[in-house]
């Protein structure tokens, strides 16, 4: 990890952060305040990355409706992710598999990379925020 | 060394405020720095004042209170977290400051270590 780095203050430290989705999309809150803390963090030109493991695969399932729960769909706001140049999304391979998915029932492209290639990722990373 | 630390969950019903409180503690006591403690999430719930837990039981919004005054800890709620949870400025127990998610990320980027307490 690389801690020190030159300058002080303002934005031009750039670091790499990962955010790592780990709940399903709705039944708790962590979804939805994770992405809202993924689009606040666009504006600081950090080197950003998305993680999605466990439940948290869900989060990308295409087709989602929410109409019946009284809940906000907030997915589509995912495929707009690139537009905040936001463009590096791992899926863990052993969390879809063992839900049954493929990367096509995702709304997004992703990476799918194993649980060790992911946890040698989350090793290169200077901020892992996990939700 | 410099931490940031995250809380996202509230007082008492998880252990992760509990925790944070404790490592940060411990982290100053070592002559660490707490760049910053941000509340997010449930997180949020911790500086609300009028908590009023029994009296054998710790208080955990006071003892963040005490900690910052000690201190002199930034701790900072999430605004629109906050503003979800009715926790708003005229409830906020002394020593915490509302503001935005930057106030996060900044910690991200400027702090050594950034630790979440979560779920």
């Known amino acids: 990890m690389s801690d020190t780095q030159a300058g002080e203050g303002g934005n031009s430290k750039v670091r790499r952060f990962m955010f790592v989705n780990r709940k399903a999309p709705y039944g708790t809150i962590y979804a939805l305040e994770a992405l809202e803390v993924v689009l606040i963090g666009a504006a600081f030109d950090q080197d950003v990355s998305l993680v999605f493991v466990d439940d948290g695969v869900y989060q990308l399932k295409k087709g989602q409706q929410t109409k019946d729960i009284g809940q906000k769909n907030f997915s589509p706001t995912y495929r707009a992710l690139g537009d905040y140049d936001i463009e590096k999304l791992y899926v863990e391979r052993e969390s879809l598999q063992a839900r049954g998915l493929a990367p096509d029932d995702l709304l997004v492209p992703v990476r799918v990379l194993g649980s060790a290639e992911l946890g040698v990722l989350m090793e290169e990373q200077d901020v892992v925020l996990s939700f | ?119």
């Open chain 2, 1 to 119: 060394m410099k931490f940031g630390i995250l809380v996202n969950e509230g007082p008492y019903q998880h252990q992760a405020s509990d925790s944070a409180y404790q490592f940060a503690v411990a982290a100053l006591a070592k002559g660490h720095e707490i760049y910053r403690v941000f509340f997010y999430n449930d997180g949020v719930n911790n500086a609300n004042k009028l908590t009023e837990p029994p009296q054998d039981d710790r208080n955990i919004t006071r003892q963040w209170s005490a900690l910052a005054a000690a201190h002199n800890l930034d701790m900072v709620v999430c605004v629109a977290a906050g503003l979800r949870r009715g926790i708003k400025a005229e409830i906020l127990a002394p020593g915490f400051n509302i503001s935005g998610l930057g106030q996060l990320i900044q910690a991200g980027i400027e702090a050594d270590r950034l630790v979440v307490f979560g779920d």
